[in-house]
């Protein structure tokens, strides 16, 4: 059995861990980590967490921490000095933030400026299950995808096969969020009322998560890509869903290549029928699904990809504990296979 702590429980990605963790059959011990309620009771605060998890939160003290395994939902900070000892110590980690997601010095630094370090970078395993597995099973510390970047790579990667009869310098993405994403820390542009009724762009084309989404593309296809994307937050919660619309000028058998790309691939689901393939947002809200759809418009030579998450689960915390289950050398699945509702 495996000891467990999560910093910054108290936030939306957070409690979310400790919503999947206090399931999982193989955990027999959760350490809720947060300096601003520190010495207070989880289930006061996380109240759907009440009767399962009923302890204090700690303070963050890494130094001295007694667990197999370390979540960090925290953004970048003095913590980040400290994870080279705990790496020492045979602790394993995934980070959720965005740092150390991109492994190029300058980038990562203009991206996430602060608290660099080459040596957690170097060592850093970009935490995809569906493209990276077997590195993440080695690894002892994984920086785990952003959510947009999520549901954008696992619509793409297949195509990579096909990356030369594709026009890779028209590559238009536009995905609308839910307002958790944003994180818990009320502000004006998520107050109910600004949100109600409302569709909002944001950081139109400057999001940190493009450059991270272009470097692991990049890589995917082995030459250079550019992407024009744009975020907005929708009347909702949770769940993302991307708009992904590219052009090639050969015939391309997309069914056959995302269902051979994807065949053995549990939390992602292709939709490749011979109508309409418009994924279901409400299908993947509270699971660690990835739903795609597929869609080709031949005579213009026009594929649009729609790809759904639930941007704290698939998108966060449900791809960190796939990445756990795979480190510690677990059926990935496990803990992980919750069923929508419906309706």
């Known amino acids: 059995m495996t000891s467990v702590a999560v910093v910054g429980a108290s936030g939306y990605i957070g409690s979310e861990l400790l919503r999947l963790l206090v399931n999982h059959p193989q955990i027999d011990e959760i ?3 947060s300096r601003s309620l520190a010495g207070e009771r989880v289930s006061s605060h996380l109240t759907h967490l009440r009767g399962f998890l009923d302890s204090e939160f700690k303070e ?17 900070g003095e ?14 980690v995934v980070s959720m933030g965005g740092k150390f997601r991109i492994k190029n010095e300058k980038v990562d630094s203009n991206t996430y400026p602060g608290f660099d370090n080459t040596e957690l970078l170097d060592k850093a395993v970009y935490g995809l299950p569906e493209m990276y597995r077997d590195e993440i099973k080695k690894a002892g510390f994984i920086a785990n ?5 999520t549901s954008i790579i696992l619509a793409l ?6 990356k030369n009869s594709l026009d890779l310098d028209r590559l238009v993405v536009s995905s609308i969020s839910g307002s958790s994403g944003a994180g818990a820390k009320p502000s004006r542009l998520l107050h109910h009322p600004e949100m109600s009724s409302n569709l909002r762009p944001y950081k139109v084309l400057k999001h940190r998560h493009t450059p991270e989404m272009e470097f692991i593309l990049s890589r995917v296809f082995g030459s250079d890509l550019s992407i024009s994307f744009t ?11 991307s708009y992904i619309n590219l052009f090639t000028n050969e015939g391309i058998d997309l069914v056959k290549l995302f269902s051979d790309f994807y065949g053995g691939e549990f939390f992602v689901r292709v939709m490749a029928s011979d109508g309409e393939n418009v994924p279901n947002l409400k299908d993947v809200v509270n699971t660690n699904f990835c739903d795609i759809g597929i869609n080709f418009d031949s005579s213009r ?5 729609l790809s759904a998450t639930d941007n704290l689960i698939k998108g966060g915390s449900g791809t960190a504990v796939q990445n756990m289950n795979l480190m510690l050398g677990l059926d990935e699945q496990i803990g992980l296979r919750q069923v929508s509702v419906s309706p």
């Not at 921490?65 to 979540?71: E, N």
């Not at 913590?79 to 394993?92: A, Q, Y």
């Not at 030579?301 to 990809?305: A, D, F, T």
């Open 157 to 162: 990667a297949p195509l990579s096969k096909y």
């Open 145 to 149: 995808p952003g959510c947009y970047t």
């Open 31 to 33: 350490i809720p980590v």
């Open 301 to 305: 030579g026009r594929i649009l990809l």
């Open 60 to 76: 963050m003290d890494l130094e001295k921490l007694d667990a197999d395994f370390l979540f960090v939902a925290a953004p970048p």
């Open 79 to 92: 913590w980040i000095t400290l994870i080279p000892s705990v790496l020492e110590r045979g602790v394993k």
């Open 231 to 241: 975020p907005s937050i929708g009347n909702h919660s949770r769940g993302i869903l």
